[in-house]
């Protein structure tokens, strides 16, 4: 288990320098104007990604981890749906850039990165597909290699110094490599012949089964669609609304201390979405024990992980931000400090979500981040104007907040219940392998 979270760490490490790498580039080559501009619509074409793919990623974890090969089922309609909605969000991104113009160059960024709507659902499903087979390395290097293509593409941008558009037209091109990669690495899933981890090789009979009707699928799938559009909102539309506000530079003081916050955030994910979710769905049919664990101690261990982190990165972004963004960036150092207490909140959250969602209460947590969704934006629409930058990372936290609470309470009651909680001496007979180890 620790070498498989660790190698997911050292990927997720990686994607961070990466990712947080291209930022810095990008910001000393463009004009502040360009790099707000440019995040915006990166940040809004990340807010389509979940209706891209349309849940059906996080659908795989679920029905393959209590249904095992049966859950070959799903695979083709639920694919024809995801294409589905990718077309009809790739048209949408397109004629949003066409409403741009006479604005040539808003208009041509606008296009060029709408074919990273196509590369994130790709990706999404492609993880998945590893997940199920146990393939951490795998998932770990097709996460990381889209994040090298674009810092060669910011490098290729510094070093000639060449335009926004230019930057675009690079990441668009990732973008279909990581389409036809994803494909590739897809297919045996695809043909329903994969093996799965922690079940039986599939047999023929197992996969033939009828699929799902459509309504079924939609109905099964639109939690994850509404959740993970939720989660979005809360990593990318203060900067969304800054840009429209306030304009791209202003958009920019924001982008930069959201880009530490993203790449903090990857930390639950990786241990979560990447490692636990598929197994904690096996384990709420078949080890109450397993899942009693993950409340206790998983949960209580992110939060004093995020604590910590955030303590880490307040005091930090006081120096790296200018030193590394350039002096014109030093106003983006006390908003990071600030979005920084949303920190353990976020850690603490993911750890009771990914319970949610395995333990059958899946609309309940919906329907809390919905709440929490509607509390920013509320929030955001009377702290931007009124505070500026400053308020919409104020708006942030006290909507992570919110979430956090609700979530919390939800995982006691619907998860714990009157179940005793296991102790520390029960975590070191699980880790110590004393007793079966939960797979």
């Not at 089922?73 to 589905?84: K, N, Q």
């Not at 973008?175 to 079940?199: D, K």
């Not at 790449?263 to 639950?268: E, N, S, T």
Request: net charge positive.
């Amino acid at each position: 288990m620790l070498a498989q979270v660790g190698l997911l760490g050292l990927s997720q490490a990686g994607v961070t320098v990466a990712a947080f790498g291209s930022q810095v580039l990008l910001a000393r080559t463009l004009s502040r104007a360009d790099f707000g501009s440019l995040t915006a619509v990166l940040a809004v074409v990340s807010l389509t990604a979940p209706v891209a793919v349309f849940g059906v990623s996080e659908l795989w974890l679920q029905v393959f981890g209590q249904e095992g090969a049966r859950a070959y089922r799903w695979v083709v309609p639920s694919l024809r749906l995801a294409g589905v909605a990718c077309a009809v969000l790739l048209l949408g991104v397109l004629a949003w850039s066409a409403a741009e113009l006479p604005d040539t160059t808003a208009a041509a960024v606008r296009a060029l990165l709408a074919t990273v709507v196509v590369a994130q659902a790709a990706l999404a499903l492609a993880g998945s597909v590893r997940q199920l087979r146990g393939d951490y390395r795998g998932l770990s290097a097709l996460q990381l290699a889209p994040h090298l293509g674009r810092v060669l593409v910011t490098l290729a941008v510094w070093a000639a110094g060449l335009s926004v558009v230019a930057v675009a037209a690079g990441y668009a091109v990732v973008a279909v490599a990581t389409v036809a990669a994803c494909l590739l690495v897809s297919r045996e899933f695809r043909r329903g012949a994969m093996p799965l981890e922690g079940h039986p090789v599939p047999a023929p009979s197992a996969t033939s089964d009828a699929g799902p009707r459509l309504g079924h699928l939609v109905g099964a799938t639109t939690p994850y669609v509404l959740g993970n559009v939720c989660y979005l909102l809360g990593i990318h539309f203060g900067t969304v609304l800054t840009a429209e506000l306030l304009g791209g530079a202003a958009a920019a003081l924001l982008a930069v201390p959201m880009s530490v916050l993203i790449a903090v955030y990857l930390v639950p994910r990786v241990v979560y979405q990447q490692y636990l979710l598929g197994k904690l769905h096996r384990w709420a049919g078949s080890d109450a024990e397993a899942v009693l664990l993950a409340y206790r101690w998983g949960s209580a261990g992110m939060v004093l992980l995020g604590a910590v982190v955030a303590a880490a990165v307040a005091l930090g972004g006081l120096v790296a931000l200018p030193l590394l963004f350039g002096p014109e960036y030093r106003a983006a150092a006390p908003v990071l400090a600030v979005l920084a207490l949303a920190v353990p909140f976020r850690f603490g959250g993911a750890a009771v979500a990914a319970l949610l969602t395995s333990g059958g209460l899946l609309r309940r947590k919906v329907a809390y981040q919905t709440v929490g969704a509607l509390v920013l934006l509320v929030a955001l629409a009377v702290a931007v104007p009124a505070w500026g930058v400053r308020g919409a990372a104020g708006a942030t936290v006290l909507a992570e907040a919110v979430l956090c609470c609700l979530l919390w309470v939800a995982a006691r009651r619907g998860v714990v219940g009157d179940s005793p909680l296991p102790t520390w001496r029960d975590l070191r007979r699980r880790l110590s392998r004393e007793a079966p180890r939960a797979s």
